[in-house]
């Protein structure tokens, strides 16, 4: 039985920092493990232009802890404004690594995100001619749309029109949360990829309401139900590249989850590998581990994979904070509702 395993270090493709005091709070827990993240842009107000880019990196290079070794993958976010040459700038500078899609409405801080898909095409196009990876959050925002629907619903009515129509944009799904996400990505094999969140291989949507509302399990794209949490631990555990890691680790302060109209986001950067391992391990794929954190996220974004290494042991009980501090109040960390044997040595 496998008790130590080691690994390129990891990388994140998705990973909320915030800004101020949090951002100084949660950037050590991910940069403890991590080389490299995916930083979302959907801040207030939002990182629309390279200068808003350049600017939000610099403050989260100043917040790194003294020694640490991490580096910022910025991105922009996507308006109906969003000048294509300004984008292609950004790029060219090697700025920014992707742009960001919201629909509007669809999670935090995604009021100023698309509602005319048609609107963004010049920007859409001018990425595709320079490879230039799209980020979707893939869900509509109709109301009459249940929560539940949304992201196989945005997959056919938006997502597919969308690549369609712009051959040789290169998308990822993040954060997929269905059998749907993980069908059409499988089906399509060319210039598409997903990330799929820790939190996710965890938790189904009865976690959340069965024996009362669990604020701290309700996320968005929200968890669904258990057959959609086992495709998504057979397509993580598969070894197939274009499934990679990008946690969503979305942190808030407890008043802003455990209140009338709750935020949502898990916040999973302390314990994320600790809890991929066990995963990882009770689907008898501890060999692909390396492929989902540290391979298939780089070679999709056509970066080199870290030469650094990290090592995982197996033994005693790990236990983590149950909270961080912030200078804004208490986050609480996720809670996978299992014991952790594997940490990071």
């Not at 998705?14 to 403890?32: C, F, I, K, Q, T």
């Amino acid at each position: 039985m496998t008790q130590s395993l080691t690994i390129r270090r990891p990388d994140d493709w998705h990973l909320h920092l915030r800004d101020g005091a949090m951002l100084a709070a949660v950037l050590p827990e991910s940069a403890r493990h991590f080389a490299r993240a995916i930083i979302m842009p959907n801040l207030v107000p939002p990182v629309v232009t390279g200068q808003d880019a350049a600017a939000y990196r610099a403050r989260i290079m100043a917040a790194l802890p003294e020694g640490a070794d991490f580096t910022p993958l910025m991105t922009l976010y996507l308006t109906e404004e969003t000048d294509a040459r300004e984008v292609a700038a950004a790029h060219a500078s090697g700025l920014i690594t992707a742009v960001k899609l919201y629909p509007a409405g669809a999670t935090t801080n995604s009021a100023s995100g698309v509602r005319d898909f048609n609107a963004a095409r010049p920007v859409l196009e001018t990425m595709a001619e320079i490879g230039l990876p799209l980020c979707v959050h893939g869900e509509v925002t109709d109301p009459e749309i249940d929560i539940f629907d949304r992201e196989a619903v945005f997959i056919d009515r938006v997502l597919d029109p969308l690549r369609r129509a712009v051959p040789g944009l290169r998308v990822v799904m993040e954060h997929v949360t269905t059998k749907d996400a993980v069908a059409y990505v499988t089906s399509e094999p060319r210039d598409l990829a997903a990330t799929i969140t820790t939190h996710h291989l965890v938790i189904n949507r009865n976690h959340i309401l069965v024996g009362g509302i669990k604020p701290h399990y309700y996320c968005l794209p929200v968890a669904k139900r258990e057959e959609h949490r086992l495709a998504l631990r057979a397509a993580a555990t598969s070894g197939d590249a274009m499934f990679f890691l990008g946690t969503d680790s979305a942190p808030h302060t407890d008043p802003l989850k455990e209140s009338a109209c709750g935020c949502a986001g898990c916040f999973t950067a302390p314990n994320t590998l600790s809890i991929l391992a066990h995963v990882f391990e009770q689907e008898g794929a501890l060999d692909r581990l390396e492929g989902f954190t540290s391979l298939n996220g780089p070679a999709f974004y056509r970066l080199p994979a870290n030469e650094a290494r990290i090592t995982l042991t197996k033994g005693d009980r790990v236990t983590y904070p149950s909270k961080i501090e912030t200078g804004d109040g208490p986050v609480t960390v996720f809670d996978p509702g299992f014991a952790l044997h594997w940490r990071v040595s």
